[in-house]
């Protein structure tokens, strides 16, 4: 599509609420993804390190 200005970008014929609420939604829920990884990787080190020192 070719729009003729930034506001018929964003307007997205009439979509834009849809589509950048979806693109929002989907941005939030890869961010949230992320995070929930890194803590899980985070919290598994930690009881690693607690077993380990325990084994000694």
Not at 6 to 24: A, C, D, I, T
């Amino acid at each position: 599509m070719i729009w003729e200005s930034w506001g018929q970008f964003w307007e997205m014929g009439g979509y834009g609420l849809y589509v950048w609420g979806s693109m929002g939604v989907t941005a939030a829920c890869m961010v949230i993804e992320v995070w929930q990884a890194r803590l899980a990787n985070r919290q598994l080190f930690i009881q690693l390190r607690k077993e380990d020192e325990g084994n000694l």
